[in-house]
């Protein structure tokens, strides 16, 4: 196994013989076998070890035994003890995943505090088949039946190919002591019951089950490779970036075949979860939207509008004195005011507008339902909401409108229209001009 396990490091992870690698280890056979074949190959790694506190005595002889350990490898090691169930019980979430949460986000923190350049675990070919088995049962896409990754985000798995077998006999012949979480005898949780009750009769049916598994999953990468590949050639022609997000061009997507899937692999990073309603987005009217916990998806005439949640537009009002000559606004720009003796040439971001009619404080504020003005160059007033749709604004531009006043009257949709009662006359001694950077 230590050959093996060298030859992997030398084909598959040569970055390990360079890099400064934090090795994750609990105590149980997996991960001790991994520090120890990490030694042999002369790897330059140091331990990290969680406490849980969910086995009381036994948790803390777990966290000793690791110290030992790291001691009898003369190489560093970082405790760290969790309340685990009081995180779980804040979060809403299960003590499994809370453990979960805890440990890689503290590796996360470890590493970069202490520039780690690898997190390794022990996961293995079991852990592999029993996380898919879950997937299968809970229900996922094509990515959860893909299995366990060997590398994702700074976390490498070097035992994914490893039976428990195959390193349970490597432990015993070579006389290795490790720690038996007893909490891995209980059919509690669902892995158990699947590593104890589902995984045996399995094997029964197919002695090879581990082998024919791999290839199975093997075959289902080179699919969803070829899945990406396509989705990376369909790309520039269905999204384009803008300054709010991302939009999708409905009239090309309904041009392809399998528009959901695309859909799917194009959004699935975005957290969304009721995918019938976001596949029914294609046929729905402007402005509905589907929401997850961090972003918009809206439906926007022949496109389909991607944002962040905003959380700043808000009520918010900035107030210019007189005098001032500068207001700077968060998702806008800085707003200039200067006197000036004649007008120059007007544009979206610069309007000239006589001071006697001004009321200082000038306010800028998002726009409000009913908000009216007079539009430069009509006499007739106008709803805000009647110009948008004229201007064919989509949701996240009206979320993103300033508008400036004078006392409650409208001086200017600020960038795109000034209001006409708040035109220059020559008989106009004092003007301002008013800019947008």
Not at 101 to 126: K, V
Request: net charge neutral; proline share 3%.
């Amino acid at each position: 196994m230590e050959k093996r396990f060298k030859n992997l490091v030398k084909t598959n992870y040569p970055f390990l013989s360079t890099g400064k690698l934090l090795v994750a280890v609990s105590g149980g056979v997996d991960s001790v076998v991994l520090a120890h074949l990490c030694h042999t190959a002369k790897l330059n790694f140091s331990i990290a070890h969680c406490n849980f506190n969910l086995r009381g005595e036994e948790s803390d002889g777990d966290e000793k035994f690791v110290v030992d350990l790291a001691d009898s490898l003369e190489v560093d090691v970082y405790t760290e003890s969790f309340d685990t169930l009081k995180y779980a019980e804040n979060h809403g979430i299960s003590v499994q995943m809370a453990a979960r949460d805890l440990r890689y986000e503290w590796f996360t923190e470890l590493s970069n505090s202490i520039q780690f350049d690898y997190t390794l675990t022990g996961h293995h070919a079991n852990d592999n088949l029993e996380t898919f088995l879950i997937n299968l049962i809970r229900g996922t896409g094509p990515e959860g039946l893909a299995g366990i990754k060997t590398e994702s985000n700074g976390i490498v798995r070097p035992l994914i190919s490893f039976t428990r077998v195959d390193i349970e006999a490597f432990a015993r012949r070579k006389k290795y002591k490790w720690r038996e979480d007893s909490s891995n005898a209980s059919d509690k949780y669902m892995r158990n019951k699947i590593r104890h009750q589902i995984v045996p009769v399995m094997e029964e049916i197919n002695p090879q089950l581990l082998d024919s598994f791999s290839k199975t999953q093997e075959h289902l990468q080179e699919s969803l490779d070829l899945v990406e590949d396509y989705i990376s050639l369909l790309y520039p022609k269905l999204v384009q970036k803008d300054k709010y997000g991302y939009t999708l061009d409905i009239d090309f997507l309904k041009k392809i075949p399998h528009q959901k899937q695309i859909l799917y692999q194009l959004l699935k990073s975005f957290g969304f979860t009721e995918w019938n309603d976001v596949y029914d987005l294609l046929e729905a009217q402007t402005g509905k939207m589907v929401l997850s916990d961090t972003h918009r998806l809206i439906k926007d005439r022949q496109r389909l509008l991607l944002t962040e949640h905003n959380h700043k537009t808000g009520n918010r009002e900035y107030h210019l004195e007189k005098g001032e000559n500068l207001v700077m606004i968060p998702d806008l720009g800085t707003l200039h005011i200067d006197a000036v003796k004649e007008m120059g040439a007007t544009s979206p971001n610069c309007i000239y507008v006589p001071e006697n009619k001004l009321k200082f404080p000038l306010v800028i504020r998002k726009w409000k339902k009913g908000d009216y003005f007079y539009p430069f160059g009509m006499t007739g007033k106008k709803k805000l909401s009647d110009f948008f749709k004229d201007q064919k604004f989509s949701l996240p531009d009206k979320e993103h409108t300033w508008i400036l006043c004078s006392d409650k009257e409208i001086v200017w949709i600020i960038n795109h229209r000034a209001d006409n009662r708040y035109a220059v006359k020559k008989s106009d001694s004092r003007i301002l001009k008013i800019c947008t950077t």
